[in-house]
């Protein structure tokens, strides 16, 4: 007799056909709730850096890099060109005032001193002889004028007894006027006489001074000569430390070439190249610090070059009290030179996020720290470890810093834990 069977009411294939219908509805339904709100991306809070909001002391500065350098430096060119003979000193040495440090030697400048010397001779000589030749010529006028001065007295006192003997009828008319025509004669004489002696003595005056101006010429230019064979010695202006020197024996070296230079040992300074962006903002008494031997020392601003090459420009510090011992020149400084005084302020550490936002937004954690959202804020200055906020953080609150390449259409970040 036949049996009735049951049949199931689900069986695998609908069970299947179920679930499948189930695990599409709910792909749909996730599809449809992300894309109708915020994006999302969960990530591991080990894979990113969080830091919080603070408020503390802020000062804006920029990172420079300083050269130790002497206070002072004096270079040494080559006032006349020459050969380098012999070197007395060598690089490093410390020197005193007036010190030979090498000997050129110049064919041109020796030939030119000779040359100096046998004009400067001549002229001396020549001048000699011409003084006495006037002086000769001196004696002879005033020989002259003493014969002169004998006639004028014979004729006068002829003259005078025969005017006597004349009124008294003793002689004649004729003879009287031969003698007053001869004394008058003598006078014109006596005075033509004085006139050329004059003369000669003016012109005598004007001879010799004029040969003396050109002897005292031609001295100067000896005396110039002979100073420029002289500096063909290079010596130590100032007391100091020969640096830099470039000269090696034999080598020719021009009028005005370097030879190299004195560090007077008084001092250093540090000079700083700054890039060109902040040349209007760097000032003479502005302060900078560094660290040295684990001391913090304090550098100010004395003179700045406005002159910018290769976008940047530079300034000499001098230390502000204390100079820390055992530094060098040449040695490089880090320099954090400050371009605001010291405030209050809320800063956030900087990070790679302001490469992606310019600083207009950033992802701020919950309260519980499990999610993060997009916010708007509004940073002002910066140095190289903190930005300062203007609007939209507080002190206490935390941030994600660190770069948001993979971030930039997601609305909030949801940290697994």
Same mark, same amino acid.
């Given at each position: ?5 049951? !049949?199931?009411?689900?069986?695998? !294939? ?148 025969? @005017? ?21 004669? !003598? ?112 550098? @100010? ?62 992802? @701020? ?28 953080? @507080? ?23």
């Amino acid at each position: 007799m036949d049996r009735v069977i049951k !049949q199931k009411k689900w069986s695998t !294939q609908k069970i299947l056909m179920l679930s499948l219908g189930i695990l599409i509805a709910a792909l749909v339904g996730g599809a449809i709730y992300s894309t109708s709100g915020n994006s999302k991306l969960n990530i591991d809070p080990e894979r990113i850096s969080i830091s919080e909001v603070t408020r503390g002391p802020f000062r804006e500065y920029i990172p420079v890099n300083g050269v130790v350098l002497p206070r002072t430096t004096i270079y040494l060119d080559a006032l006349e060109g020459g050969r380098v003979e012999e070197k007395f000193v060598e690089d490093g040495t410390v020197m005193k005032k007036g010190q030979p440090i090498m000997r050129l030697s110049n064919t041109d400048l020796a030939l030119s001193l000779v040359t100096q010397e046998t004009q400067v001779y001549n002229l001396l000589t020549q001048m000699q002889i011409a003084r006495n030749a006037a002086e000769q010529n001196t004696v002879n006028r005033l020989n002259q004028v003493t014969d002169v001065d004998n006639q004028l007295k014979e004729a006068k006192r002829i003259y005078e007894l025969n @005017k006597h003997l004349y009124e008294q009828k003793a002689i004649g008319l004729q003879e009287f006027k031969q003698s007053e025509n001869t004394y008058n004669y !003598q006078l014109e004489k006596k005075r033509l006489a004085q006139q050329i002696i004059k003369q000669d003595s003016v012109s005598t005056r004007q001879g010799i001074e004029q040969a003396k101006q050109l002897f005292e010429g031609s001295r100067n230019a000896l005396e110039l000569t002979r100073k420029k064979v002289g500096d063909l010695i290079v010596r130590a202006p100032i007391d100091g430390q020969l640096t830099s020197m470039d000269a090696e024996i034999g080598q020719n070296k021009r009028q005005g070439e370097r030879l190299g230079q004195i560090d007077v040992l008084n001092g250093f300074k540090v000079r700083a190249d700054i890039d060109e962006h902040y040349i209007s903002r760097v000032f003479i008494g502005l302060t900078g610090d560094f660290s040295f031997a684990n001391k913090r020392y304090l550098l @100010k601003i004395t003179k700045i070059y406005t002159q910018v090459t290769a976008g940047r420009f530079q300034v000499d510090l001098e230390f502000v009290g204390e100079v820390p011992k055992g530094i060098r020149r040449g040695q490089t400084l880090q320099i954090g030179l400050g371009l605001s005084d010291e405030t209050q302020a809320i800063l956030i550490p900087k990070g790679g996020f302001f490469q992606q936002t310019g600083g207009n937004w950033i992802f @701020k954690l919950t309260a519980d720290g499990s999610k993060a959202f997009r916010t708007e804020i509004q940073l002002n200055r910066q140095n190289p470890n903190y930005y300062e906020v203007v609007q939209g953080l @507080k002190p206490g609150e935390k941030v994600i810093t660190s770069s948001y390449d993979q971030y930039n259409t997601i609305q909030e970040i949801i940290l697994k834990k």
